[in-house]
Nanobody, 120 residues
């Protein structure tokens, strides 16, 4: 099992920045791809970004491309999401996700989420 814990959420004004962290623990001894999702009130969970085990391969949703940057530090077992130029529509609960091997639709591990609120 792999446990994921998000942190770094909070209240920020529109145009501001936040950096989310996702700390992984547990049975991490094989390549694990990781990613970020979010869910706004009344909406479905939305994919934001993913990163391979090596960190060399990343992908982004069009809604955040150019504003958000995903990264990871395997030595610290931590993944990050740098969020810039935040908009009120970015308000949501942000979730960390992980999948053994390469990234794919069948997510195996989820964090509990961290709330990001962007005020106008």
């Amino acid at each position: 099992q792999v446990q994921l814990v998000e942190s770094g959420g909070g209240l920020v004004q529109a145009g501001g920045s936040l950096r989310l962290s996702c700390a992984a623990s547990g049975r991490i001894f094989s390549p694990i791809a990781m990613g970020w999702f979010r869910q706004a009130p009344g909406k479905e969970r939305e994919f934001l970004a993913a990163i391979s085990w090596s960190g060399l391969d990343t992908s982004y949703a069009d809604s955040v491309k150019g504003r958000f940057t995903i990264s990871r530090d395997n030595a610290e077992s931590t993944m990050y999401l740098q969020m810039n130029t935040l908009k009120p529509e970015d308000t949501a609960v942000y979730y960390c996700a992980a999948r053994r091997g390469s990234w794919g639709p069948d997510i195996q591990y989820w964090g509990e989420g961290t709330l990001v609120t962007v005020s106008s």
